[in-house]
């Protein structure tokens, strides 16, 4: 090899590896073929900057169920592929997104003394409160909070194109946190509800909603972080939530959480921000009430106002491993009675506070993943006898005992 042949050979040789080194600056190398003679064969593709190549990204989701690149989702064309990370939503929004709505609840008015005339009482103009909803049939109910209609004087409707409708209220339940409200106009569009029991925790879904009342139709992603999740100590407090790390704020209550073909899986209903007396601050734990429950006591609601929940009479706490250790409990997992109301079918069944339920009908409650005791409670209707396996008060021995249901009190 001659002098002008090796200085040749060195510069192409050079030349190739900076081609090499600046395109994988620019992050669309995909392929080199290092041993060729050369030092490069081939490129294969380059992906244009800042994307995967698509053979990368190709995830496509059936339902609410696994992945798939084959099955034919619920809704037309969807557009569902991950980038960079990060779930595709506008086939969610583009399908869910006209039946979200604003609801403005104009407070009842209150009266203050005033300063007018002789000290007499002068009424404050109504105050505004405002949530999301979203719409489930072509006859203009609407799914929402009720907390968000709470204490309403008038509401609105506002769609999704700026449009302002009256609504009225059709009914509440407090319990619940759902309520049914209708419009009687012509509606934009109207969700399709799901089934929250086939929910996976770490499936990608949407939130939807007027966030902090001004800005509306915001939209969020994330994943189902938990499910059967409980606020609060089991009595009076919404129970059996979705968990989700997408973003909730002010305002979203009421709107729908949706999966990536723009089903409805639950009703946005709270966040939590800190822990309390720790002072730890939260971030990305919203809740949901699961779209069953929702269009269980939805249905109830517009056939006849109102609904009454089956009822054991007992206050009671998720047995934890602290629990059991402070409490020297004989068993790690089902819920420990902390109270028994008078008067109670619980009280009536000779449940003491103290004990300890494992078991209702045969299944397992106060397990991480399973139904609580509230959700199994509430397939049933007032009347219905269930079986409670119990362990009563410093007992090893459980005992099968059979519990009528009553009616839940206003208010409990």
Same mark, same amino acid.
């Given at each position: ?11 192409l040789a050079s030349f190739a590896a900076l081609l090499v080194v600046g395109m994988l600056a620019l992050g669309g190398l995909v392929a080199v073929n290092a041993t060729s003679p050369g030092g490069i ?12 190549p698509a053979a990368q990204d190709a995830i496509a989701l059936k339902g609410t169920n696994q992945a798939t690149t084959t099955d034919t989702p619920q809704q037309a064309a969807p557009q569902q592929q ?113 089934d929250s029991d086939k929910a996976e925790v770490g499936q990608p879904v949407v939130a939807i909603g007027t966030a902090l009342g001004n800005y509306t139709n915001t939209v969020t992603e994330g994943i ?19 968990? *989700?790390?997408? $973003?909730? #704020?002010?305002? !979203? ?6 999966? %990536?073909?723009?089903?409805?899986? =639950? ?121 409670? *396996?119990?362990? $009563?008060? #410093?007992?090893? !021995? ?6 009528? %249901?009553?009616?839940?009190?206003? =208010?409990?």
């Amino acid at each position: 090899m001659n002098g002008l042949e090796r200085t040749m050979k060195i510069w192409l040789a050079s030349f190739a590896a900076l081609l090499v080194v600046g395109m994988l600056a620019l992050g669309g190398l995909v392929a080199v073929n290092a041993t060729s003679p050369g030092g490069i064969s081939a490129i294969l593709t380059a992906a244009p900057l800042g994307q995967k190549p698509a053979a990368q990204d190709a995830i496509a989701l059936k339902g609410t169920n696994q992945a798939t690149t084959t099955d034919t989702p619920q809704q037309a064309a969807p557009q569902q592929q991950a980038q960079g990370g990060v779930a595709d939503a506008r086939n969610a929004v583009k399908v869910a997104g006209p039946a979200v709505v604003t609801v403005i609840n104009k407070l009842q008015q209150q009266q203050q003394p005033t300063t007018r005339g002789r000290g007499g009482l002068g009424q404050v103009p109504s105050a505004e409160a405002s949530g999301s909803g979203v719409i489930i049939d072509n006859q203009g109910h609407i799914i929402t909070n009720q907390h968000v209609v709470e204490g309403q004087q008038s509401l609105t409707v506002v769609f999704s194109d700026g449009t302002e409708v009256p609504a009225t209220l059709v009914g509440e339940d407090a319990f619940s946190d759902i309520a049914v409200i209708k419009v009687d106009a012509k509606v934009p569009a109207y969700a399709q509800l799901g089934d929250s029991d086939k929910a996976e925790v770490g499936q990608p879904v949407v939130a939807i909603g007027t966030a902090l009342g001004n800005y509306t139709n915001t939209v969020t992603e994330g994943i189902i972080s938990g499910v059967h999740r409980q606020l609060g100590d089991g009595s009076t407090s919404t129970q059996d939530l979705l968990q *989700t790390d997408a $973003a909730i #704020n002010h305002g !979203n209550s009421g709107g729908p959480l949706l999966d %990536l073909n723009g089903v409805v899986l =639950g009703i946005n209903t709270a966040v939590v921000r800190s822990s309390g007396l720790q002072g730890d601050v939260a971030e990305g734990l919203g809740f949901a009430i699961p779209v069953n429950t929702a269009k269980n006591v939805a249905n109830q609601l517009m056939s006849s106002g109102s609904i009454s929940h089956p009822y054991i009479g007992i206050t009671y706490q998720v047995i934890t491993p602290q629990l059991a250790t402070d409490q020297s409990l004989p068993v790690q997992q089902g819920v420990y009675v902390s109270d028994v109301t008078a008067g109670s079918p619980a009280e009536k069944a000779g449940i003491q506070p103290g004990s300890i339920i494992t078991k209702i009908d045969g299944t397992d409650v106060g397990t991480d993943s399973g139904p609580t005791l509230a959700e199994l409670v509430s397939k049933h209707k007032v009347g219905d006898s269930i079986k409670l *396996t119990v362990l $009563a008060p #410093n007992s090893t !021995n459980a005992s099968t005992v059979t519990v009528v %249901l009553g009616e839940r009190p206003a =208010g409990q």
